[in-house]
């Protein structure tokens, strides 16, 4: 457990991972925004965490993982009126969709999803802390609408996990500037409610009607269910500054001690070489991609790659990582694999250990599930294959019965691309066998080639069987 090596942003280094309570380890991760389908960026947030706690457990680590929602914001209220619908049943239909899209792509359910709604009293509290340290004030002194904001100026520490000094931030670069505030640079804990919103988003506090602002949430929700002081906080790098700055700010500033010990935050997500955006024609959901692609190529795509680098997403990469994966599918498939714990102390499982405890070094760990492969290729052990089959469902990987994703096929998608069921490549099949058969081998030929155009690739096996898979 002691090997584990951990890029801690706030650190801006490579650290031994050291848990505050030995054998146990507190994770939390900024989750999200339920106002619309997920895209590609939540996709490679929920499996790269979900890659984290699977190690985490692995290592023999009793893990408590806590992923939020956020089902009161701006936009929410926004699109819940636009559709003439309640926050509640909004919100409800895109969690609901969240979670299909999480199993679909394997992600294991966190142990704890709390939604920020459900949190309010404890935000509350915290406000009400920060008030009493001088650390936040409400603004209708200075002629304001009478939200609460954070002083910024008044905590010491404001910056140091992005690196950004309170001098070189410019007033407005990051939030609109309110004549009610002190300082263009604080922010909002609790937004005065308007009455243009719906009674649903108001709640009664000591500063009136109102609800939370975005970063005061998972301040409030990690130190209920982790405690104010935990292990590992992670999310998009996108979240680095300033929701995670602010967070810091809020916990540490109410507490007086130290908030998180390690901070993790995934690459961006760009298509086709440029950054992912409605704008630019290029946004993809969860779902767009699914009905394409396999969702355990999704996966594979996303964890092929470090989780600190960027991701390129564009279909030559996806039919890149269907092809790769097809090869581990391939190799279970001629030599069966038992299910079997792996055994630690063979080569190749020491050196899948030694990268994931390099900071998750998946790119690695995955090179040795091919060297694994390439091996029960050779030598059609059924042990390495029981090896390889093992390594890889720590990385959520190779879990399937090997027909069920090579003869696999997406929401019809690939019958509705290639014009061939199941049961229309079987009766090809044993249309085939009779034409060789009869010794008609031309149109033997013309059917396989018929297939091969419909990407169905046919492997004659020793005894005259026939078997087949997705190209």
């Known amino acids: 457990m002691s090997t584990l090596k951990i890029y801690n942003t706030l650190a801006r280094e490579k650290q031994l991972f050291s848990p505050i309570i030995p054998g146990q380890v507190r994770l939390y991760v900024c989750g999200m925004t339920v106002y619309d389908y997920c895209h590609l960026g939540h996709a490679r947030v929920m499996v790269v965490f979900d890659m984290v706690q699977r190690w985490l457990r692995a290592s023999g680590y009793a893990v408590t993982y806590v992923r939020n929602i956020t089902d009161i914001d701006d936009k929410i209220i926004a699109r819940a009126v636009e559709n003439g619908e309640t926050i509640k049943q909004l919100t409800g239909r895109f969690i609901a969709a969240m979670e299909e899209d999480a199993a679909a792509l394997g992600v294991q359910t966190p142990d704890h999803q709390p939604r920020a709604t459900e949190y309010v009293p404890q935000m509350l509290d915290l406000i009400g802390l920060l008030i009493e340290k001088g650390l936040a004030y409400q603004d209708k002194d200075n002629g304001g609408d009478g939200d609460v904001n954070y002083a910024v100026r008044n905590f010491p520490g404001y910056g140091k996990l992005s690196g950004k000094s309170i001098a070189d931030l410019r007033a407005g670069e990051r939030v609109e500037v309110n004549p009610g505030k002190r300082d263009p640079l604080d922010f909002v804990l609790w937004k005065a409610a308007k009455s243009t919103e719906p009674d649903e ?47 810091i700010a809020q916990s540490e500033g109410a ?129 390495m294959a029981a090896q390889l089959k093992a390594l890889a469902a ?71 069987q026939t078997q087949w898979r997705r190209s």
């Open 201 to 247: 988003v108001k709640w009664e506090s000591s500063w009136g009607q109102g609800r939370p602002g975005w970063h005061i949430e998972c301040s409030a929700m990690s130190g209920d269910l982790l405690g104010n002081h935990f292990d590992i906080h992670g999310g998009g790098q996108d979240l680095q500054f300033p929701h995670h700055e602010n967070e």
């Open 255 to 383: 507490h007086g001690h130290g908030f998180v010990n390690y901070w993790m935050h995934n690459g961006f997500v760009r298509v086709d070489n440029e950054k992912m955006s409605k704008s630019l024609g290029n946004f993809f959901t969860i779902r767009d991609v699914l009905k394409k692609y396999d969702p355990e190529v999704v996966r594979f795509f996303i964890l092929r790659a470090h989780y600190r680098s960027p991701l390129n997403y564009a279909d030559v990469h996806l039919d890149d990582a269907r092809h790769a994966l097809t090869r581990l599918y391939l190799a279970l498939k001629e030599v069966p694999a038992a299910e079997a714990a792996p055994d630690l102390a063979e080569t190749h499982a020491q050196r899948f250990i030694a990268a994931m405890n390099d900071d998750f070094n998946t790119p690695i760990a995955i090179a040795v599930l091919f060297e694994l492969a390439n091996e029960v290729n050779r030598s059609k052990s059924p042990a």
């Open 394 to 464: 720590w990385l959520g990987l190779l879990e399937r019965q090997p027909d069920g994703f090579l003869q696999g096929r997406i929401a019809q998608a690939e019958d509705a691309q290639s014009g061939y069921s199941d049961a229309d490549i079987q009766a090809k099949i044993d249309s085939r066998a009779s034409a060789k058969k009869e010794r008609n081998f031309a149109e033997a030929d013309r059917i396989r080639q018929e297939l091969i155009a419909a990407g169905i690739v046919l492997e004659d096996k020793p005894g005259g």
